[in-house]
């Protein structure tokens, strides 16, 4: 292509199924994870990314030769990246305790990155960003649950009858089992259930997650304990 601003079909399909395949390694992987925004939504996300920087560098190219008509190839790029922002918000969820989907928000930004630059012939910088955040998303999560977990904060719910020496017997356990408690918080039920039951939130962190499902099955025989659950704090 001698002209910078003329391309072929060819390129046009090359460039476009390169940003199928891209974006559809990183959805693999978010789609595997059973997050929100999966395969088809990140080929999208990397295929009209790609097609938008197409037309931002091509399509126009008519007016090239216009007087006073000046080309600017970043320009449509440019909405693109802060347009991404509004669909990578509709992945996070805050559900008043705990964040989840920042990861697959950052994972479809970056696609459109990725998609931008196959449009504008970038291939070795899109191939290598896409192999950067395969590594990210697979290789660095399996070392960030064997090496952090234990420091992560997790909120453990507990629903039990509004006696006296159920948050003293459940705190005794807690530390039995080396749990560091960050915070406590209780809240009675009141007139949402007559039966005089309360709501105990303790945010913790577990040195060692095997031990969560006996740690929950031992809390649910204590007295007066009615249902436990457990939650990471954030999760992405």
């Known amino acids: 292509m001698t002209n910078p601003w003329v391309i072929d079909q060819l390129h046009v399909t090359i460039r476009l199924l390169l940003a199928v395949l891209l974006g559809g390694l990183v959805g693999i992987e978010r789609e ?3 997050h929100p925004a999966g395969l088809r939504t990140h080929i999208l996300v990397c295929v009209g990314s790609a097609l938008v920087m197409l037309l ?9 030769n216009e007087t006073n008509v000046r080309i600017d190839p970043s320009r449509l790029a440019a909405q693109v990246i802060s347009g991404i922002g509004f669909l990578g918000a509709g992945t996070i969820i805050f559900n008043g305790r705990s964040i989840t989907g920042l990861t697959t928000a950052a994972s479809l930004w970056v696609v459109a990155g990725i998609g931008l630059a196959v449009g504008a012939g970038f291939y070795y910088p899109a191939v290598l ?7 990210s998303l697979w290789i660095l999560n399996k070392v960030e649950h064997k090496y952090f977990n234990g420091k992560k904060v997790r909120i453990l719910q507990i629903r039990a009858f509004d006696q ?13 089992n080396n749990i560091d408690i960050r915070k406590i918080a209780m809240q009675e039920q009141g007139n949402l259930d007559p039966t005089g039951s309360m ?7 577990i040195p060692k997650p095997a031990v969560i499902a006996a740690l929950l099955e031992e809390i649910n025989r204590c007295n007066g304990v009615v249902g436990v659950t457990i939650e990471k704090s954030s999760k992405a």
Not at 56 to 64: K, T
Not at 129 to 135: P, Q, S
Request: hydrophobic share 50%.
């Open 164 to 176: 006296p020496g159920t948050l003293g017997h459940i705190t005794n356990l807690l530390n039995k």
């Open 199 to 205: 709501e105990i939130t303790f945010f913790v962190s």
């Open 56 to 64: 931002s560098i091509y399509g126009f190219s008519a007016f090239v």
């Open 129 to 135: 960003a896409c192999v950067m955040v395969l590594v």
């Open 32 to 34: 595997v994870s059973s």
